[in-house]
């Protein structure tokens, strides 16, 4: 059999390789005719044998590198991604997760042909691009890879989108449109500031000088530092921001692409296109401390070489970026205070007034990722003689690692009892009680990862019951029951939760789900034993700016022996309106429900709702369904956090009911 490779001598210098099928010659790099002989020799027997020369380079690298034969592109992937931190490490974790890579996920880098990165590239993006250079070039420099996949000068062109700032009239389109009262705090800073979503949502109240009027704060992408001196406008709107700890408590935990999704959604709903920038300055990424540089087209800026420092006029600042930065802030605490009068008229009870009160902050130690907390006093006083008194907090520190909330309450009340199950609830038959209930509960979760938390919680109360002697109509139910009856109940419960809502009081997006399961035990003090399980989901979408769409599904069970208050309520919270508490009550219990809610300004908007349920004493008797209807205004009370002020009206299957509330229903 013939050859392909022969040896050739040019000038009697260097020996080469002359490819009789291809008519080229090849230099061997030798003057040496045994080396340069072995060299032909391995030549033509790679020619003959492929699959069994890549066995033997394997034998030959594995000597020297002994996971030469099990390192694929993730493992490249993933030590790139242990090296990096913050931001970047993020960035990474985002880009190794790209579809593309899943064609050279798990092949052997020693493997790799160019065939297969350019796969790749073609089923990728921009960012692919520059991700798998960087991938290439770092196996290259570990000396991973024998040799360059792609030559260099053979990679394709990268081309980046055009990018643009937001406009004056689209920044003003986009802040009217806007209901989120933080997210829009946030982007009238983000113009008046001239930085990212990123930057802004990470202020906190002590990046801020009072006494010279500046904010101060490390640019998130490249660690440069900024000092911002501050307009008129941009001070006014740091005046009703928090004080200490981070000035926008929810947005600053939201990731980085989320809140750029929202933007998106927002620019998409008010047919604004081609925005890449929340802000109308050159990127901060732009200016150098120290030898500054500003982007092409900059032309409202002054220079001062000798101080290291460059300054754009802003609509509502002067930026400037120098070395060091001054310390400044206050520690005021800014919070904002809640307090509304709300009249009532229940089926239950009659007509009366309630008055609440509640506090809302972020201390400063909670974290930037902590929503805010709150803490609140109330009590209400009714025509029939009802009264009752409560206090509660609710806070979370640690980033949002941990949630905690306690209540205190104490009633005294006067209502019919209209016994159990629906057939109880239709009759009608309603002897007056007289109950009094003193009890508190205190609530523990701890972030698990991903929105997840889990925890316990412990109730204590303690609940006197009696029954008027002069009626004579007493239902079934109440049958044998003694006419006093005190009892001390005492409870462990178990807790699971996910919240992704992008605001505690008025979410517009997101879900919130909860698990909870209550078990009272003699063990504990309970003079009953029994348990309650409930599972709640809450769903929020934006259909459009200022229309929002919330859908709620609800189910409770109790097992064991329960006195008839522990037993699920139709009726109870917002579960579902238009009915009197208590009217349908028994062991199991379904609702479900959608409220759509319409800000048609500032301070006032609308609200339609409707939903469906039922209460059974076992799972095969749901045979009576109970609908709910009604419709709703809102006026806001707290401007910062979005707190409403309720009035709904509802109906039910015989009852209509009026509520005045702080809050949405769900």
């Known amino acids: 059999m013939k050859e392909r490779y022969r040896l ?82 993020y960035r990474w974790q985002t880009a190794a997760k790209d579809k593309a890579f899943d064609l050279i996920r798990s092949r052997l880098l020693i493997e790799t042909q160019a065939e297969h990165f350019l796969q790749v590239l073609k089923k990728g993006t921009v960012s692919t691009n520059a991700y798998l250079r960087k991938t290439h070039n770092f196996a290259l420099d570990m000396n991973w890879l024998p040799a ?83 307009g008129s406008e941009a001070l006014n709107l740091l005046k009703d921001l928090p004080a200490e700890g981070p000035l926008f408590p929810y947005l600053s935990k939201v990731r980085a692409g989320d809140r750029a999704t929202e933007f998106k959604q927002r620019c998409m709903q008010l047919k604004i296109a081609g925005v890449t920038r929340t802000f109308p300055l050159p990127d901060l990424d732009d200016v150098k401390v120290k030898g500054v540089r500003v982007l092409p087209g900059a032309d409202n800026y002054s220079e001062s070489s000798s101080q290291g420092q460059v300054s754009f006029d802003a609509p509502g600042s002067t930026l400037s970026v120098s070395v ?39 201390p400063a130690f909670a974290g930037t990722n902590a929503p805010p907390w709150v803490t609140g006093l109330g009590g209400f006083y009714s025509d029939n003689g009802s009264w009752g008194a409560g206090a509660a907090h609710k806070m979370n520190w640690s980033e949002d690692r941990w949630r905690l909330t306690a209540a205190l309450g104490y009633a ?18 309603s002897p007056p009680l007289r109950q009094t209930a003193a009890g508190g509960l205190l609530k523990l979760l701890r972030g698990v990862g991903n929105h997840w ?87 929020y979408f934006s259909l459009a700016t200022n229309h929002v769409l919330a859908l709620r599904g609800y189910g409770r069970a109790t097992g064991g022996n329960a006195p008839f208050f522990a037993l699920a309520s139709f009726g109870s919270g917002a579960d579902l309106r238009g009915y009197t508490p208590g009217r349908y009550r028994d062991n199991l219990m379904f609702a479900v429900q959608a409220e759509y809610r319409w800000r048609f300004t500032e301070r006032f908007g609308l609200v339609a709702f409707g939903g469906v349920g039922s209460v059974a004493p076992k799972i095969d008797e749901f045979d009576v369904l109970l609908p709910s209807a009604g419709a709703g205004l ?25 509520y005045v509330g702080v809050g949405e229903a769900f």
């Open 453 to 539: 938390y889990l925890g316990g919680s412990y109730d204590l109360g303690y609940v006197q019951t009696s029954i008027e002697t002069s009626v004579l109509n007493i239902p079934p139910a109440l049958a044998g029951v003694p006419l006093k009856l005190d009892t001390r109940l005492s409870a462990f419960g178990l807790h699971l939760q996910r919240d992704t809502r992008d605001s505690t009081f008025y979410p517009a997006t997101g879900t919130l789900f909860n698990v909870d399961g209550n078990f009272f035990e003699p063990a504990l003090g309970s003079d009953f034993r029994f348990q309650t399980y409930a599972l709640a989901y809450n769903r």
């Open 8 to 89: 050739f001598l040019r000038r009697k210098s260097v020996y080469y390789a002359f490819d009789n099928t291809t008519k080229t010659f090849e230099s061997l790099k030798t003057k040496d005719k045994a080396e340069a002989a072995r060299l032909l020799m391995a030549m033509n027997e790679a020619g003959k044998q492929p699959a069994m020369n890549l066995g033997l380079a394997r034998v030959y690298l594995k000597h020297s590198d002994p996971m030469v034969t099990q390192r694929t592109w993730q493992h490249v992937l993933d030590e790139i991604t242990k090296l990096k931190s913050g931001p970047t490490q």
């Open 324 to 362: 060091p930065i001054p310390a400044g802030g206050t520690t005021t605490n800014k919070g904002e205070f809640v307090a509304a009068p709300i009249p009532f008229l229940s089926p239950s009870i009659g007509f009366g007034i309630g008055l609440g009160a509640g506090y809302i902050y972020n």
């Open 634 to 658: 809102r006026y806001v009370l707290a401007k910062k956090n979005n707190v409403s002020l309720r009035f709904d009206a509802a109906w039910g299957r015989h009852d209509h009911t009026f």
């Open 412 to 429: 005294d009340l006067k209502y019919d009892f209209l016994g159990i199950g629906t057939g109880a609830g239709d009759a009608g038959q």
């Open 148 to 230: 360059s996949v792609i030559p260099r000068r053979q990679w394709p062109a990268i081309h980046f989108k055009e990018k643009r700032a937001i406009t004056l009239a689209e920044h003003q389109q986009i802040i009217a449109a806007e209901t989120n009262t933080e997210r829009k705090n946030l982007y009238q800073l983000c113009w008046h500031l001239g930085a990212s979503q990123g930057d802004i949502a990470a202020l906190k109240g002590e990046d801020v000088d009072w006494t010279n009027n500046t904010v101060s704060f490390f640019r998130k992408k490249t660690g440069v530092p900024v000092l911002v001196h501050l």
